[in-house]
């Protein structure tokens, strides 16, 4: 049967509820080769994180998306232990970023051993959660990736982008696990959705990450007619005008079963004092919501995009 896959472990597709598909807990730009785990203090990012998702949890939210790659700041401890604490099933991911957040090795392997890798973090556990799970009691099961990450760079898409694209569409082919790709830029996108179909990966398993950044609707159309995902996830006051635009142009044109709306909030940022700045996820609930229903979608177009489509997107088979 198909599953969702949480660090927690595997629920049912409805079990997922109203879902925010594109946020973030904790990240860490310091890059690849410094990025490390005793760069901050676990209790603190958990006591600051916590209440913004004890917030949602009341408003509503079940499901929750974290965004945040290995090299990143990428935490499925920390993610585990704020899943216990709030209610909300969370997931985390398997893949690579974009330089200068790539380990040496992302060089030196073939897309196929790449695929490898990650499979193994889908399928039997993130690497360190393995490790952790067969040498300390406390832990009863290795913590697995339940989606794929990947990133290109804007423009033309350059070779060890490429191969990611080709590693993550053989990835998602092998276990089931969607693809989010961060884009945010026409050409991009439109050469990720040409190499996606050249490894031939089904389309409707790539969401197509910060396609509300793209000025060009028809790159928009494009995406959808193919049967790939937009994710208009830079949903908050300030960008809420365009937004609803865009949410109107993908219902006038028949693809509400092809979007995802999320916040890309969060952002406990390492180095900084109590993580910074943070932004809460609460906007997309409490203020978008009533403003989509205030334009005469529905309740039922609410739903369906909100905890329909997140729980069909991101089911592993």
Same mark, same amino acid.
């Given at each position: 049967?198909?599953?969702?896959?949480?660090?927690?472990?595997?629920?049912?597709?409805?079990?997922?509820?109203?879902?925010?598909?594109?946020?973030?807990?904790?990240?860490?730009?310091?890059?690849?080769?410094?990025?490390?785990?005793?760069?901050?203090?676990?209790?603190?990012?958990?006591?600051?994180?916590?209440?913004?998702?004890?917030?949602?949890?009341?408003?509503?939210?079940?499901?929750?998306?974290?965004?945040?790659?290995?090299?990143?700041?990428?935490?499925?401890?920390?993610?585990? +232990? @704020? #899943?216990?604490?709030?209610?909300? *099933?969370?997931?985390?991911?398997?893949? %690579?970023?974009?330089?200068?957040?790539?380990? /040496?090795?992302?060089?030196?392997?073939?897309?196929?051993?790449?695929?490898?890798?990650?499979?193994?973090?889908?399928?039997?556990?993130?690497?360190?959660?393995?490790?952790?799970?067969?040498?300390?009691?406390?832990?009863?099961?290795?913590?697995?990736?339940?989606?794929?990450?990947?990133?290109?760079?804007?423009?033309?898409?350059?070779?060890?982008?490429?191969?990611?694209?080709?590693?993550?569409?053989?990835?998602?082919?092998?276990?089931?696990?969607?693809?989010?790709?961060?884009?945010?830029?026409?050409?991009?996108?439109?050469?990720?959705?040409?190499?996606?179909?050249?490894?031939?990966? +089904? @389309? #409707?398993?790539?969401?197509?990450? *910060?396609?509300?950044?793209?000025?060009? %609707?028809?790159?928009?159309?494009?995406?959808? /007619?193919?049967?790939?995902?937009?994710?208009?996830?830079?949903?908050?006051?300030?960008?809420?005008?365009?937004?609803?635009?865009?949410?109107?142009?993908?219902?006038?044109?028949?693809?509400?079963?092809?979007?995802?709306?999320?916040?890309?909030?969060?952002?406990?940022?390492?180095?900084?004092?109590?993580?910074?700045?943070?932004?809460?996820?609460?906007?997309?609930?409490?203020?978008?919501?009533?403003?989509?229903?205030?334009?005469?979608?529905?309740?039922?177009?609410?739903?369906?995009?909100?905890?329909?489509?997140?729980?069909?997107?991101?089911?592993?088979?």
């Amino acid at each position: 049967m198909p599953k969702i896959r949480t660090v927690l472990g595997d629920i049912s597709a409805a079990e997922f509820g109203l879902a925010l598909t594109h946020e973030h807990i904790i990240c860490d730009f310091i890059g690849a080769d410094k990025v490390s785990r005793d760069r901050y203090d676990l209790k603190e990012v958990l006591d600051t994180m916590l209440p913004y998702l004890n917030e949602i949890h009341k408003l509503g939210v079940r499901g929750f998306v974290d965004c945040t790659p290995a090299f990143i700041g990428r935490d499925p401890r920390l993610l585990a +232990d @704020l #899943s216990r604490s709030s209610g909300i *099933h969370i997931l985390t991911n398997t893949g %690579l970023y974009k330089e200068p957040y790539l380990p /040496r090795y992302a060089f030196e392997y073939s897309a196929d051993d790449l695929m490898e890798c990650w499979a193994r973090e889908i399928e039997e556990g993130v690497e360190d959660e393995i490790v952790r799970a067969r040498f300390n009691s406390e832990v009863r099961f290795p913590i697995k990736a339940g989606f794929i990450k990947i990133a290109v760079n804007p423009g033309h898409i350059v070779p060890i982008q490429q191969k990611i694209v080709k590693a993550a569409a053989r990835c998602s082919i092998a276990t089931g696990a969607a693809i989010v790709c961060h884009t945010a830029h026409g050409v991009a996108a439109l050469e990720l959705l040409r190499i996606a179909d050249s490894e031939g990966l +089904d @389309l #409707s398993k790539l969401i197509v990450a *910060h396609s509300d950044a793209i000025d060009d %609707l028809g790159v928009h159309l494009e995406i959808l /007619r193919q049967g790939a995902w937009v994710s208009y996830d830079g949903i908050r006051e300030a960008t809420v005008e365009r937004s609803l635009r865009l949410v109107l142009f993908v219902r006038e044109h028949g693809f509400e079963r092809q979007l995802l709306l999320s916040q890309d909030s969060g952002w406990y940022n390492v180095g900084e004092p109590r993580g910074g700045n943070i932004r809460g996820y609460s906007y997309l609930v409490k203020e978008f919501i009533p403003l989509l229903l205030g334009r005469g979608l529905g309740r039922d177009f609410v739903e369906r995009v909100l905890i329909d489509n997140p729980s069909r997107v991101f089911q592993i088979k």
